[in-house]
């Protein structure tokens, strides 16, 4: 197969992942079955998908005739069988519950056509493993999306052990077909690249939530100047769900440190989920939260935030995840709104600044994964 014989693609799952996924795919053309198991999910990611094609209009990025037609390609349903009987390409967007993801794709290889490709939009687990619930691991891969799906850029296509080389190029082809920029993550490896590199602030946080100090708004208010969207808020944005479910799988793949915080927990246990919901750290019920600027702490600044990011992009190098810095740079400026790469901040910062800020934050939390690198120590990644 090849990418331009992919004419029919199915979306599982219809939350903020899966309906953005559907809305890129239509927009590219594509007959798009959207399916979730109730109705009324279907129904919310139809209507989440309306509203942002409808500002797309508004904006003048698509025509209102394109949105039309766009729509016309969406097919929601319930019924997982009707979903895939006939896609070329299933990409699979439910909760990152590794034993969820792996029940779907044992029924994603029964039911759907023997020359589909099955993707999954995981955040942080092993493509291996879920591949290992089908009869085709060569034909699953990883395909992973920002949210929101419609603004952000980057797609990284993730190599399991046992992915073909043809699977591999038809997601990034089709990858481009979206109009994103896509990333090969070559080594099956948890958190890939984006959230790999991000996973010491999502820890830093959940140091900094149970310590009650500085407040997430004391905190958001010092970055919120060099930042599209500060790291609490993010975490609201996101969904504190896959805040903590991404925590719980580092720590028991990567290290026992990431253990979600006390009060991440509470809040999942809660419902407290953060956009979806209403309500997170931030009050979301009238839109983005307004962080005070005023109240910001000066305990942390911005380049203890780009230190862990260039400490854990080293880390991916020694491990042979990546091979050139500048894949990582490429994908980290395509993955948020930040639009430049930890590497090229390092050379502007200088390494020995950052190994520093790095000791700073490994001391006070008493956490290792803060402790600066062998890589980053020489201060020799050029890119
Ligand atoms: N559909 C269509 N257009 C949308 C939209 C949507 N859902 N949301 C926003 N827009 C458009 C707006 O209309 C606006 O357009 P103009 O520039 O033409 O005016 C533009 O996008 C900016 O939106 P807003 O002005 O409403 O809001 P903003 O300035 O607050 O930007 C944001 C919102 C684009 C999300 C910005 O805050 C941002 O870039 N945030 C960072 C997001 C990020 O880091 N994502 C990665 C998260 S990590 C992840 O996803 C990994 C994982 O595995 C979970």
Redesign the pocket.
Known sequence: MKADDVKKIAVIGAGDMGNGIAEVAILAGYEVAMRDIEQRFVDRGVDTIKK?LA??VQ?N?ITEDASKDALARLMPLVDLEEAVKDADFIIEAVPEIMDLKKSVFKDLDELSPKHAILATNT?NMSITEIASATNREDKVVGM?F???A???KLVEVIKGKNTSDETVQITYDISEKFGKVPVIVKKDSPGFI??RVNAPTSLLISKIMDAGSPTPEEFDAAFKAVM??TPFE?AD??GLD?AYHSLKYFSEVLSPEYKPSKVLEEKVNAKELGKKTGKGFYDWSSG?PNIDTSKATKEFDITHLIALQVNEATKLLEEGVVDDPKVIDLAMAN???AGVGPFTLAKSIGYETLVKKCEELADKFNVEVFRPTKTMKEGKVSV
Request: aromatic share 12%; no cysteine.
């Open positions: 942002s500002k797309l904006k990025k955040s992973h920002f949210n929101p419609i603004l952000m984006y959230n599209p969207m993010l944005y996101v896959v983005r993955g948020g709104g």
